[in-house]
T-cell receptor
Framework: NAGVTQTPKFQVLKTGQSMTLQCAQD?????MYWYRQDPGMGLRLIYY???????DKGEVPNGYNVSRLNKREFSLRLESAAPSQTSVYFC????????????FGPGTRLTVL | AQSVTQLGSHVSVSEGALVLLRCNYS??????LFWYVQYPNQGLQLLLK??????LVKGINGFEAEFKKSETSFHLTKPSAHMSDAAEYFC???????????FGQGTTLQVKP
């Protein structure tokens, strides 16, 4: 099992450009999450999908959109990138909402110039 | 408000010394608590978790944590630090029935030879 995979690993964008971050999990998990990590701020939830077909906003959703393509895949889109979106993005998934243990991907390092 | 607080953004210990990383949670956070470790340029890896039952939880790599409800604490310890323990550590609690995690700000552990 690959666990949670993310593509790309690195990306540099210019202000105003768009891109989609891809995430897939092969653990048959129901719920998936997108976080961003910034120095000194821990991880902040952007969007999550409690189950296939549903998505909800997290703590910092502005400037992002998501798509739960199927049970395996959950993508994050930046429609018009801004320098404030320079960050490391992590995707995670969990099988059991009641406990909340999450498994994380390796991350995407995004720089917006 | 639900919150998880890690006391000390940086902790430095000598190799072989006791490691103590502090975490406190607000009483509104359900008692499902986690410690994650992040090595440089990698994703988060689960060290240990507390859900129910025994309040002393053992994890990987010799780490353990004790859930103390009266103190709303979940401190992480390891009797003897190893150079390979140098990393960033995150305490997290389950925030709601959606499985969302609330993260502390992180503690960077430095191990000196």
């Amino acid at each position: 099992n690959a666990g949670v995979t993310q593509t790309p690993k690195f990306q540099v964008l210019k202000t105003g450009q768009s891109m989609t971050l891809q995430c897939a999990q092969d653990m048959n998990h129901n719920s998936m999450y997108w976080y961003r990590q910034d120095p000194g701020m821990g991880l902040r939830l952007i969007y999550y999908s409690a189950s296939e077909g549903t998505t909800d906003k997290g703590e910092v959703p502005n400037g992002y959109n998501v798509s739960r393509l199927n049970k395996r895949e959950f993508s994050l889109r930046l429609e018009s990138a801004a320098p404030s979106q320079t960050s490391v993005y992590f995707c995670a998934s969990t099988l059991d909402l009641a406990v909340g243990e999450q498994f994380f991907g390796p991350g995407t390092r995004l720089t917006v110039l | 408000a639900q919150s998880v607080t890690q006391l000390g953004s940086h902790v430095s210990v000598s190799e072989g010394a006791l490691v103590l990383l502090r975490c406190n949670y607000s009483s509104s956070v359900p008692p499902y608590l986690f410690w994650y470790v992040q090595y440089p340029n990698q994703g988060l890896q689960l060290l240990l978790k507390y859900t129910t039952g025994a309040t002393l939880v053992k994890g990987i790599n010799g780490f353990e944590a004790e859930f103390k409800k009266s103190e709303t604490s979940f401190h992480l310890t390891k009797p003897s630090a190893h150079m390979s323990d140098a990393a960033e550590y995150f305490c997290a609690g389950r925030g709601s029935n959606t499985g969302k995690l609330i993260f502390g700000q992180g503690t960077t552990l430095q191990v000196k030879p």
